[in-house]
C-alpha cells in the first residue's frame, strides 16, 4: 500500500500559478510513473501530466507550455508547476502513481490515487 498526500491546491486570480506536491510514502516499493490528473465538473477525468522513472513526461494538450512536471526521486515526490492558470483550469487534481512494490507473494504491480485537491482559477 502506498499512499499518497497532496498539497498546494487553493484558490488563484486567472493568470496565476500554483505549484502542486504529491508525495508517496510506503514500504518496499518503486515507482514507475506518477501524475497528475483532474476532474473537472461535468467532465471526465483527464490526464494533466505525467512523469515516468526515466524522465519522460507526457502533458495535456491544454496545458503545455503552462504546467511543468517534476519529481524528486529520492523523496518520491512529484510536483505540477501551473503557470498562466485559466479559469478553465479549476478542477479537483488528483495525484497518481504506478509503482512496483514488494509483498509477501513477490513483486506486484499496484496503482494509487490521492485523495484530490481543489484547484480554484477565478475570473
Known amino acids: 500500500q502506498v499512499q499518497l498526500v497532496e498539497s498546494g491546491g487553493g484558490l488563484v486570480q486567472a493568470g496565476g500559478s500554483l505549484r502542486l506536491s504529491c508525495a508517496a510514502s510506503g514500504r518496499r516499493f518503486s515507482v514507475n510513473s506518477m501524475g497528475w490528473y483532474r476532474q473537472a465538473p461535468g467532465k471526465q477525468r483527464e490526464l494533466v501530466a505525467l512523469i515516468i522513472s526515466d524522465g519522460r513526461t507526457n502533458y495535456a494538450d491544454s496545458v503545455k507550455g503552462r504546467a511543468t512536471i517534476s519529481r524528486d526521486n529520492a523523496n518520491n515526490t512529484v510536483y505540477l508547476q501551473m503557470n498562466s492558470l485559466k479559469p478553465e483550469d479549476t478542477a479537483v487534481y488528483y495525484c497518481?502513481?504506478?509503482?512496483?512494490?514488494?509483498?509477501?507473494?513477490?513483486?506486484?504491480?499496484?496503482?494509487?490515487w490521492g485523495q484530490g485537491t481543489q484547484v480554484t482559477v477565478s475570473s
Open positions: 497518481y502513481a504506478h509503482y512496483i512494490i514488494r509483498e509477501t507473494m513477490g513483486l506486484m504491480t499496484r496503482d494509487s
